[in-house]
């Protein structure tokens, strides 16, 4: 009996409603022989294109729709029938989140808690089927037969005879048999069709109890506190045609329907009408013109000369990008990059986009493809069957918000919004929660998650169990170790985006539905960047970037110099700035500032650029797990010989020294090793840094080795190639043009500390937060290299640092802590008018806080007016003291009894008052005595030999214990004449 097909599936994008995962679903309908399925999450589509793509694989039909929640009480499931039913349940899905009576910027509803009017569906259910149950059940029991009957009527005049059917459910619960009574007589009575459903939650009967983890996530209980909230029993599972025929075998009709509304489904995602935006041209020049003529005048800037060479890719790329229809999205890109550098806006692009001379040539990126022979299919191919994504790389803060808020004045609200990021349940939060509502105390679960690495590999969750003192015996501890490790890769909740932002050329909430963000004045997509990807949908990615912002901020100060900084007129090769990189005086330098970097920079000793985009790449997760760095670093310096898995690959692998430590030559060796064309190989990379199906990789490495084998590798080459695929797509190995993309900032920031080292301090801490250092060490290391940092005051500083006349750096306003920046600025402004002469006199001229003036005070910024730190804080006491009406009146305060501060305590002040102390460092205080006590000094360290015990002391300014360091902890210490590294083994 396979008339019966399932019309209403919860995944576990439900979000905490549901508990299966879309392809599992899937997986379980193909294994039950069923031919088509209906996925009907709440309030979202979130889950329906990874439930169509894996419908398709596994031969099923997939029929789309959603649940939606009335606002009057209960929900319908909507599935759709058309094109014009898509939109329309998009556009109903939208206004059920963004509320008008949600007042902007207010913390939005969880996911999957919309709610909508009855009256809002007017106009909008064409195309459109409708299965009333749970609305007609809530009528009854808010209102009783007349409001039933209202709704009812309601319903048939929204959606017609043919759109609106009552669903009937056996859940074989008590109440069940009663109320599909109560649904059956009034569909016979109204002469609607009645269908058929199980209300599945999950699809596996073993799977209700993670859904009872759910429920008490969802209602923040305890396990035995949920009581009659949990499923009664485990009924709402995927079940079979033939079982369901069995279940409803008194109303054989409401099976037959089930087919019957399937077949009036006939969308697909595949229809979806999705369409960038065109690009404004000048009259008479199409994009293709347009586009052709930027590159080409682009060209002749960045290539001088413009060889054949440089010619040939440029007219391939062109080629490609107007047969694939996208010389409007690189117009676009070019556009934003047009308003960043209008604007005084430093961007870059950055990722696979650096693979394209197009962009080069557009002034979209800033590192020549051509001359470092990077593969422009990475990028854009015909056959990859995927489309571009460009990364921008912005300022971040307040510059980085204008350009996105252009892009959507540009564009409108209707056709912009941010991408979705779905954020799963791993390891250790999966752990965590589940602990939780099974009751276990916080101190169990915070030793037992000691023991759990911060990886995506598979902990041994039970001997950890036993390592925490928790006992695998115990009934909570039994669940735990089986229900935690069912969540993984489940979605856990909807983020946004760190800056995707996708067009359209229409409106966009009748491609996917929007929600308001939890940032005001954003809005975003119910679809993350992978969906995006896989559905042809274009999005441009607009990221924040710490360092940008310092470099802008550079580049105003030596401005004000008449000093030039730009990115693209940079010397190459500067003498100083690879001494820097090559001693690895690198704090405060982008992307080389860690402790792994610098251990390593003296070892790679880079002498050009390209050695600075293998120093980018080597320190990731993909060659450190892989155990690529010592091997590389041991050719490198000639200790080791340099050796290729197998002849052929020696074109792909000589630059790197035979290490494969970028994604374009995993690509390459695919294509030359296996037989894979493009298109697999670009599938190959995706699938090994897939997240959401072990399964499906493991797939793919078993096609791969299939591959290898064809073409003559076996054994350990074979294996050795298939695990450095592994370990780069799964452990994020980066694309060689992201990584010189990189590479060119950290050129930048090393240039800059290596020729103005007060301006590049003085940007760090105007940038600040960002990178691996507090403002306390930043300051200390630009001691070191002979700045005069002053401390922030009144008459000389402004809200933010700056370079004084003579080179000084002085300390902005903004550290002093508790100063509000309206107030700071206020100070700055009014100065202007005038310098600053008394206290009475600035707290007269600038409205300042009573605590305010205490914090200006203690740090000495009122040193310009004449007083020591105790004086000035004697007045500012006084002056706290007088009546609002005798405050304009300047009355002396008296003599402080206090004794001066002594240089100790000042230097305590800052730390305690502002983080950043410019006088002696805290270890220098103590040198005497640490020194009887044979404790060294940091730049003594040079002089022990290896295996020597030495005893050392500092602040410890950073400490690590990342994922892949089997337990070890490293921690940075800092004293007054630099830092030391300390590594902390797992048994101490």
């Known amino acids: ?54 419908a398709r694989q596994a031969g099923l039909r997939p029929l789309l729709g959603a649940e939606l929640s009335l606002a009057e009480g209960g929900s319908l499931v909507l599935l759709v029938r058309s094109r014009r039913g898509w939109h329309n349940l998009c556009r109903l ?53 007349e409001r039933v009957q209202h709704l009812l009527g309601s319903l048939r005049a929204l959606f017609g005879p043919e759109g609106l059917w009552i669903e009937v459910c056996r859940c074989l619960d008590r109440a069940g048999a009663e109320r599909n009574r109560f649904l059956a007589d009034l569909a016979a009575a109204a002469g609607v069709g009645l269908v058929a459903s199980n209300d599945v939650r999950y699809g596996r009967r073993r799977e209700r109890r993670l859904l009872d983890v759910f429920t008490c996530l969802q209602r923040r209980l305890r396990l035995d506190e949920a009581g009659r909230l949990l499923e009664g029993n485990a009924e709402r599972h995927l079940k079979s045609p033939q079982r369901m025929a069995e279940l409803f075998a008194a109303l054989p009709e409401a099976v037959a329907n089930t087919r019957r509304v399937a077949e009036l489904c006939e969308f697909s995602l595949d229809d979806l009408d999705y369409r960038f935006p065109d690009f404004a041209t000048p009259p008479g020049e199409s994009q293709v013109g347009l586009l052709r003529r930027l590159v080409w005048r682009g060209a002749a800037r960045r290539y001088r000369p413009l060889g054949s060479r440089q010619r040939r890719q440029l007219a391939h790329e062109l080629a490609v990008i ?18 960043c550098r209008e604007q005084g806006i430093m961007v870059q692009g950055r990722g696979s986009a650096a693979n394209s001379a197009v962009c080069y040539c557009l002034g979209i990126t800033a590192v020549d493809p051509v001359g470092m022979d990077l593969l422009f299919e990475r990028f854009l191919s015909a056959e990859r069957g995927q489309w571009p994504d460009i990364d921008l790389d912005l300022p971040s803060g307040e510059r980085r918000e204008r350009v996105i808020q252009y892009v959507w004045q540009r564009y409108g609200r209707q056709r912009a919004a941010m991408t979705a990021n779905v954020i799963t349940y791993r390891w250790r939060s999966a752990v965590r929660q589940v602990g939780k509502v099974l009751g276990l ?60 932002m996708v067009l359209c050329a229409g409106r966009l909430d009748e491609v996917v539905p929007i929600e308001p963000a939890s940032m005001a004045g954003r809005t975003v997509i119910q679809w993350d960047k992978d969906d995006c990807g896989d559905l042809g949908i274009l999005k441009v990615d607009l990221l924040g970037l710490g360092m940008l912002r310092a470099l802008e901020q550079a580049r105003w100060m030596l401005r004000q110099r008449g000093q030039r900084f730009d990115l693209a007129h940079l010397p190459a090769d500067d ?80 630059r790197t020294l035979g290490i494969p430590l970028f994604q374009e030559q995993s690509m390459r060796i695919a294509m030359t090793a296996a037989g894979y064309s493009l298109r697999q190989a670009e599938q190959l990379r995706r699938a090994m840094g897939h997240r959401r199906s072990p399964e499906y990789r493991r797939w793919h490495q078993q096609q791969l080795r299939r591959g290898l084998h064809r073409h003559g590798i076996r054994g350990r080459a074979a294996e050795e190639i298939v695990a450095s695929f592994a370990s780069f797509f799964g452990l994020y190995g980066f694309p060689e043009s992201h990584a010189a993309s990189f590479a060119l900032i950290v050129y930048a920031s090393a240039y800059l500390k290596a020729h103005h080292p007060e301006v590049f301090a003085a940007a760090l801490l105007n940038a600040w937060p960002l990178g691996f250092y507090h403002p306390a060490t930043i300051v200390a290391d630009a001691q070191r290299h002979g700045v005069s940092v002053r401390p922030a005051d009144v008459n000389h500083s402004t809200w933010l640092c700056r370079v004084e006349a003579d080179g000084g750096l002085r300390l902005g306003l903004r550290f002093v802590r508790g100063l509000r920046q309206q107030a700071g600025r206020q100070l700055a402004a009014e100065r202007r008018r005038g310098r600053f002469t008394s206290l009475a006199g600035l707290q007269r001229r600038v409205e300042l806080r009573q605590r305010e003036l205490v914090a200006l005070a203690s740090l000495g910024a009122l040193g310009s007016l004449g007083l020591t730190r105790r004086q000035a804080l004697w007045q500012a006491s006084a002056l706290g003291q007088q009546r609002p009406l005798l405050r304009h009146l300047e009355q002396p305060a008296g003599a402080s009894p206090l004794a001066e501060m002594s240089a100790l305590e000042c230097t305590t002040a800052d730390l305690s008052l502002s983080g950043i102390s410019c006088g002696p460092h805290p270890l220098a205080y103590l040198r005497r005595r640490l020194r009887r006590r044979r404790v060294l000094a940091a730049e003594s360290l040079d002089r022990p030999r290896a295996g020597d015990w030495v005893r050392v002391a500092g602040m410890v300014i950073v400490r690590q214990r990342p994922a892949t360091a089997r337990g070890m902890t490293f921690l940075t210490l800092e004293d007054e004449t630099g830092l030391v590294n300390v590594t902390i083994t797992p048994d101490l």
């Open 1 to 54: 009996m396979k008339d019966y097909v399932e019309l209403r599936c919860r995944s576990a994008f439900s979000f905490l409603r549901g508990a299966s995962a879309p392809e599992d679903l899937v997986t379980r309908a193909a294994r039950l022989e069923m031919d088509a399925l209906a996925l009907c999450d709440c309030d979202g589509v979130y889950g329906l294109p990874r439930f169509h793509f894996a």
């Open 93 to 145: 899905l939208t206004a059920g989140h963004c509320r008008p009576d949600v007042p902007a910027g207010a913390r939005r509803p969880p996911q999957g808690r919309a709610r909508l009017a009855l009256e809002r569906l007017a106009g909008r259910s064409d195309g459109l089927v409708c299965l009333a149950g749970s609305a007609l059940l809530q009528a009854r029991r808010a209102g009783g037969p």
């Open 322 to 339: 107007e047969r694939l229809g996208l010389a409007g999205y690189f117009l676009v890109v070019w556009d934003i990059c047009r308003f």
């Open 441 to 500: 105390p916080e101190e169990y679960l915070a030793r037992l998650l000691q023991q759990l690495p911060g990886s995506d590999g598979e902990p041994d969750l039970a001997g950890a169990a036993v390592r925490a003192g928790l006992d695998p015996g115990e009934r909570r501890v039994r669940w735990l170790l089986q229900l935690a490790p069912r969540l993984q890769h489940l979605p856990r909740h909807l983020g946004q985006h760190s800056g995707g």
């Open 575 to 654: 003498p100083r700035t690879y001494e820097l990189l090559r001693r690895a005086d690198t704090i405060g330098v982008f992307q080389v500032e860690s402790r792994a970097q610098m251990n390593i920079l003296p070892r790679l000793r880079p002498r050009c650029f390209y050695d600075l985009v293998v120093q980018v790449a080597i320190i990731r997760p993909g060659p450190i797990v892989g155990r690529k760095v010592h091997p590389y670093l041991e050719r490198r310096a000639g200790r080791q010989p340099v050796t290729y898995p197998h002849p052929a690959l020696e074109p792909i692998l000589k």
